[in-house]
C-alpha cells in the first residue's frame, strides 16, 4: 500500500514550451501533497504544499505563476512548468500524506526535466 | 548554518555495521525520518521516530535520537551491497507538515 505515481518519468522539452508532470496517489486518499525539487547529487528543496480543493501555497522564491499547482482530486495533483527554460532542468518528485496519517508521507519515483 | 547537516559520504565493507549520523536545528520537530534513495529513483521512507522517543529498533536498522543533542543516528546492521545508496535525514514541519531534508549520506558498501 502507499504507493505514489508520476507521469512522466522523464520529458524532455524545448524552452519556452509548458510541461505538465502529475502525481498520484494510487490506493490512498491525500488531503495533502507536496512538490520538491532536486539538482544533481543536491537534497530535495520544497517548492510548495497542495491541499486538494484550494489553493497550494509556495515557498519563498518560487515562483507561483511559472510553477501552476493545481490538487482537483484527493488522489491527483499536478505540475505545470510553464515557458520551461534550462535552468528549470531539475528532478521533480512529489510526495503525499495519506488522510487521517499526516506524519507519514510518501514519495514518488520522480520526473526528470531536461529543458533544451 | 544548514537546518539539517549529514556528512556526506561512508564508505563500509559487506557484513559490517553501518552508523549514519544527522544533526538538526529545529528544536519543535515531532517526527524524524530517514529516507533511501537510489540512482535515478524516488525516495524510500525506510523508518521514522517520534520525538519523544529514544530509539527504535525495525529489523536491520535501528534508530537513535538524542534530542538534547538534536543528533539523529541510522544504523545499519549486516550492511548488504543492495543497501548502497543515499540516505537523507528529514524532519517534519509540523505547522506545514512539509519536510526538511539534510543534504544526504551516501553509503558505499564495498563487497
Known amino acids: 500500500g502507499a504507493v505514489v505515481s508520476q507521469h512522466p518519468s522523464w520529458v524532455i522539452c524545448k524552452s519556452g514550451t509548458s510541461v505538465k508532470i502529475e502525481c498520484r496517489s494510487l490506493?490512498?486518499?491525500?488531503?495533502?501533497m507536496f512538490w520538491y525539487r532536486q539538482f544533481p547529487k543536491q537534497s530535495l528543496m520544497l517548492m510548495a504544499t497542495?491541499?486538494?480543493?484550494?489553493?497550494?501555497?509556495?515557498e519563498q522564491g518560487v515562483e507561483k505563476d511559472k510553477f501552476l499547482i493545481n490538487h482537483a482530486s484527493l488522489t491527483l495533483s499536478t505540475l505545470t512548468v510553464t515557458s520551461a527554460h534550462p535552468e528549470d532542468s531539475s528532478f521533480y518528485i512529489c510526495?503525499?500524506?495519506?488522510?487521517?496519517?499526516?506524519?507519514?508521507?510518501?514519495f514518488g519515483p520522480g520526473t526528470r526535466l531536461t529543458v533544451l | 548554518g544548514e537546518d539539517v547537516e549529514q556528512s556526506l559520504f561512508l564508505s563500509v565493507r559487506e557484513g559490517d555495521s553501518s552508523v549514519i549520523n544527522c544533526t538538526y536545528t529545529d528544536s519543535s520537530s515531532t517526527y524524524l525520518y530517514w529516507y533511501k534513495q537510489e540512482p535515478g529513483a524516488g525516495l524510500q521512507l525506510l523508518t521514522y521516530i517520534f520525538s519523544n522517543m529514544d530509539m527504535k529498533q525495525d529489523q536491520r536498522l535501528t534508530v537513535l535520537l538524542n534530542k538534547k543533542d538534536k543528533h539523529l543516528s541510522l544504523r545499519i546492521a549486516d550492511t548488504q551491497t543492495g543497501d548502497s545508496a543515499i540516505y537523507f535525514c528529514?524532519?517534519?514541519?509540523?505547522?506545514?507538515?512539509?519536510?526538511?531534508f539534510g543534504s544526504g549520506t551516501r553509503l558505499q558498501v564495498q563487497p
Open positions: 510526495s503525499a500524506n495519506p488522510r487521517g496519517l499526516y506524519n507519514e508521507q510518501f
Open positions: 528529514a524532519y517534519m514541519d509540523t505547522g506545514r507538515r512539509a519536510l526538511t
Open positions: 497542495s491541499n486538494e480543493g484550494s489553493k497550494a501555497t509556495y
Open positions: 490506493d490512498f486518499q491525500a488531503t495533502t
